[in-house]
């Protein structure tokens, strides 16, 4: 079945550094979506990647779909203690499945 | 306008129990799924339902069944309950008919078994 991987596991960064997860599904995706889930929280929306090589931006978060359409990439730029949280990719055919998530931390 | 919202919060149950969890979408949306979530993973997919039908099933065994009402509202029933079963439990509407879309995660429940 479809597996979607995500890296690193956990990212802990100083206030102000950048931070990159990566998603990288064993099959081809029709789309992906990215969700942010507060501790204690759900998820909440981001952004959904539809097409080969889309890239879209969102104030600091830049968000990439690989041209095979099997990877993407959240890029945020200086990170704010209000970015805490764990981001998951899912990507969709016709089920979502999610990754396990990167958990991010920021030092203030 | 409100979220999509779920009862309960939180419930303990003991293994052999069954347990009913209930999903509110958010108004207009048809489209209800669930998920399992372990803590530290990703929302694993159990159902999705819409317009009534089942749309598409996860890798869950028969203990989980679920229905949606013409109202679109939703039921998550799990019988003989397993330790394993312990996580939290999410429901999402959509407008699609299938998960192509936007996902609006309700805050959960918490289910506990001892």
């Known amino acids: 079945g479809q597996q979607v991987m995500q890296i690193p596991q956990y990212q802990h960064v100083q206030e102000g550094e950048d931070f990159t997860t990566y998603c990288n599904s064993s099959t081809t995706l029709s789309n992906i979506q990215w969700y942010k889930q507060r501790p204690g929280g759900h998820p909440v929306f981001l952004i959904q990647l539809v097409k080969s090589g889309e890239v879209k931006k969102q104030k600091r978060l830049t968000f990439q779909f690989g041209e095979a359409k099997k990877n993407s990439s959240l890029h945020i730029t200086a990170t704010q203690t209000t970015d805490v949280g764990t981001y998951f990719c899912?990507?969709?055919?016709?089920?979502?499945?999610f990754g396990k998530g990167t958990l991010l931390t920021v030092n203030p | 306008d409100a979220g999509v919202t779920q009862s309960p919060t939180h419930l303990i149950k003991t293994r052999g129990q069954h347990v009913t969890l209930r999903c509110s979408p958010i108004?207009?949306?048809?489209?209800v799924s669930w998920y399992q979530q372990v803590l530290g993973q990703g929302p694993q997919f159990i159902f999705q339902?819409?317009?009534?039908?089942?749309?598409g099933r996860g890798n869950f065994p028969d203990r989980f069944s679920a229905r949606q009402f013409p109202n679109y509202s939703s039921e998550l029933n799990v019988n003989a309950l397993l330790l394993g079963d312990s996580a939290l439990y999410l429901c999402?509407?959509?407008?699609?008919?299938?998960?192509?879309?936007?996902?609006?995660f309700g805050p959960g429940t918490r289910l506990t078994v001892t």
């Open positions: 999402a509407s959509s407008l699609t008919r299938d998960n192509s879309y936007e996902q609006y």
């Open positions: 899912g990507g969709s055919n016709y089920k979502l499945t």
């Open positions: 108004s207009g949306h048809k489209s």
């Open positions: 339902y819409y317009e009534k039908e089942e749309r």
